[in-house]
């Protein structure tokens, strides 16, 4: 098998308003970083079969790590790949305004964390 290379990293950002929800923090931080990279090298460079040949590992620094639904953040990433997602003590959670009609439980907001990592498997299989 070849070896596995970094390709692209990058960083995102995301926020759950209301519901102090963790994974939706988790997902939108996911998109968000995913809408900075453009990864036409992946098919125009490389002749990769992107199940076998694309990692994508990723980071989540949350508030409440444990609250995160790993499935749902891997579902973020929209290309056929290994995804590895690990999340992390990290993110922030300030005073924002608690609102039954929204599901509010307290005044949190939850920002999330993503740091995306995408490898490329390269060399001989």
């Known amino acids: 098998m ?15 308003q ?3 929800n963790s994974t939706k923090a988790a997902v939108k931080a996911v998109k968000d970083a995913i809408t900075r990279v453009c990864t036409v090298g992946l098919l125009e460079l490389f002749e ?5 040949d694309v990692k994508a ?23 056929p790949c290994e995804k590895v997602v690990r999340t992390v003590e990290g993110g922030l959670k300030g ?5 039954e009609e929204f ?16 490898y490329i498997r390269r060399g001989k299989k």
């Open 18 to 20: 209301h519901g102090q």
């Open 2 to 16: 070849g070896e596995w290379k970094r390709y692209i990293i990058e960083i995102g950002m995301g926020i759950d």
């Open 103 to 118: 599901g509010d439980k307290t005044n949190e907001m939850i920002v999330a964390i993503a740091f995306i990592t995408l």
């Open 95 to 99: 005073p924002g305004i608690a609102l």
């Open 48 to 52: 990769l079969d992107l199940e076998e």
């Open 57 to 79: 590992e990723i980071i989540i620094g949350v508030p409440y790590p444990e609250n995160v639904n790993v499935d749902e953040v891997k579902n973020a990433i929209p290309i």
